[in-house]
């Protein structure tokens, strides 16, 4: 299971975490690990009498959902606004880097949201900047995307939030703003979040962990400790240890990771392991040591604490 800083780091903060709220699934509920929340899908009136049951004949398609379409980043015109996405891609896609006084988890905004926030069922920003603002029951209050975005460097990368209105958040929600121009406010994106195992197994910690040394520890160390160049530039997150997401972070919790894994890992092989693997291997590295997080039990002030939150 590997990542890399321009497809696997979030809002890992999730960020992910994670910038790990973020929903898992298409529509449906998710953990608080994704960067967003799909919108429950508007009801239309049919003026004519419906057709067979959806149960018995299901659409080819969804048409409650947005297709996810990735502007070019080349076609961004060579003007202020064009200056400040591009200096937001740069910033979400070499996160520590960018910003260390903000980031001391070794990873970056795409760790988790591939590939800048473009790859479906890999927390992408398409469409993120009209679902804002929204209530989120983790912190029990209505947040802006700026508030998320700061929510994703305290956990997914275990630093500091940015100062409100200053220049790297304003590039980084440019970008943003970017990536959804022509998606309705309020759409449900296709690929939103981290797609949601069906049918979740009982996790084997211990098969994790085989798994995560055939599989995963090629790139991400047999200690999860990461692999960073000879300049300390991260190339594959920690996945535990004193560099990796806090305690609060999306990816921390069980869910969140194995759709992540399910999905997405080993990087550029998504989709090959079973959702017994992902379940593993999540139930494996999720409990391992890593920062904690200092203001967690004002978490879920008003109740709704998921059922994998790890505290």
Known sequence: MSTSPWPLASLLLATTSAFVGWTVGHGAPAPEAALVAAPEPATSVAETPAPAPVADVPPATDPSTWPLKVPDLADVPQTPLGDSIRRGHEIVTHTRQALPDNVRAANHCSSCHLQAGTVADAGPWVG???????????????????????????????????????????????????????VPVGAAVEGRGFRKVADPPVPDAAHGAEVFATKCAACHGVAGAGLSGPDGTPIYPPLWGDEAFNIAAGMARLDTAAAFVRWNMPLGQGGTLTDQEAYDLAAYFTVQPRPDFARKDQDWPNGGKPRDARY
């Open 128 to 182: 993120v900047a009209g679902l804002f603002p929204m209530y989120r029951s983790r912190t029990g209050t209505v947040v802006t995307l700026e508030d998320r975005v700061n929510d994703c460097f305290e956990r997914s990368m275990n630093g500091t939030a940015l100062p409100p209105g200053s220049a790297p958040m304003k590039d980084i929600l440019a970008y943003m703003t970017w990536l959804s121009e022509g």
